[in-house]
């Protein structure tokens, strides 16, 4: 049976975007995404768009305009995000069975988190997003948490994932024991405010610009916003061993707190957060093995290699537990 995005020819992506009150010349240009399928649509005048149609399924047409209402709560107080484009007085369209967006293209690089003064610029960018989503919560968007990432994530790996039989023990017991950590990690933390967040704050989301008016990181992408804690949008900007963490969030926090408080409890969930990602990842690969473009992309997906270093991914993470959390 053929995929749902088989519908979306060439074709059917210009008819959408005229639909919209879009002029396209008939040039397309497929981006970089898995998830949901992103064009760079060519205009008739004007510089081009980039137009995103939504999975089939994965979320609500509610969800989606709480996502847009967000983005242009942001916008609306000069933070630098990319909000979709008002076409025809509303932000979300319907061509067959899609749902789709367009938006100003924007360009840039990725930010260079080895300099400080990036981490505290977009620190108080950061800052002031969750200024913002710390105002209200939520109605229909999804909730961060050990059930979201965790638990579910790993019951539908375990009824439908074909994990190798002589790896499936391990896997288990590593899951079960990693889950069980991070939920006493969520209770050192204790009761923590939830917020909208971007969501999924990597640096592939965070675009730099080195001049002009829009000098400084903007931020694309917030298909993942979702409620949870402000750690969540930080973690990610962080690599290396624990002294340059360290010193990365220091970095981090010295342009957040400019804007928003940072409740220090939230750093027992760093590692806890990391690890429900690294579950929820191999569970989103998995439900999407019926869309061409993941066997193309993720080839070595359910292989014995892969699952034995998910096993060793997830011991390490079991050990970083154990640990104490960041000091700033």
Known sequence: MDHPYAALTPEAVLDACASAGLRPDGRLLGLNSYENRVYQVYMDEGPP???KF??????TREQIE???????????????????????????????DFHFAAYERRGG????????????????????????????????????????????????????????ADLLPSWKAVTEQALFLVEKSYERAGDIRLIR??????????????????????????DDSRMGPAVQDLWMLLSGDRAAMTHGL????????????FDRRELHLVEALRTL????????????????????????????????????????????????PLAV
């Open 54 to 59: 939504y999975r089939p399924g994965r979320w």
């Open 66 to 96: 709480e996502e847009h209402a967000f983005a242009h709560e942001l916008a609306e107080r000069e933070i630098p995000v990319v909000p979709p484009l008002v076409l025809d007085n509303r932000t979300l369209h319907k061509a067959g």
């Open 49 to 51: 768009v980039v137009v």
């Open 197 to 222: 967040l971007h969501g999924d704050c990597h640096p592939g989301n965070i675009l730099w610009t080195d001049y002009g008016e829009r000098q400084g990181p903007h931020f694309v992408d917030l």
């Open 250 to 261: 220091s970095d981090v926090l010295a342009g957040y707190e400019e804007f928003m408080e």
């Open 109 to 164: 690089r990725t930010p260079n988190l080895e300099n400080p003064d990036v981490l505290e610029w977009i620190g108080r960018f950061i800052g002031r997003i969750h200024l913002v989503g710390s105002t209200k919560p939520f109605a229909f968007r999804e909730t961060l948490d050990q059930k979201s990432f965790g638990r579910e994530p790993r019951a539908w790996l375990l009824e439908r994932a074909s994990i190798p």
């Open 277 to 324: 990602r690294l579950i929820h990842y191999s569970a989103w690969i998995a439900r999407r093995w019926d869309d061409p473009a993941f066997p193309a992309a993720f080839p070595w997906f359910g292989t014995a290699r892969y699952w034995q270093d998910r096993i060793l991914e997830l011991k390490e993470q079991i050990a970083l537990m154990g640990e104490p």
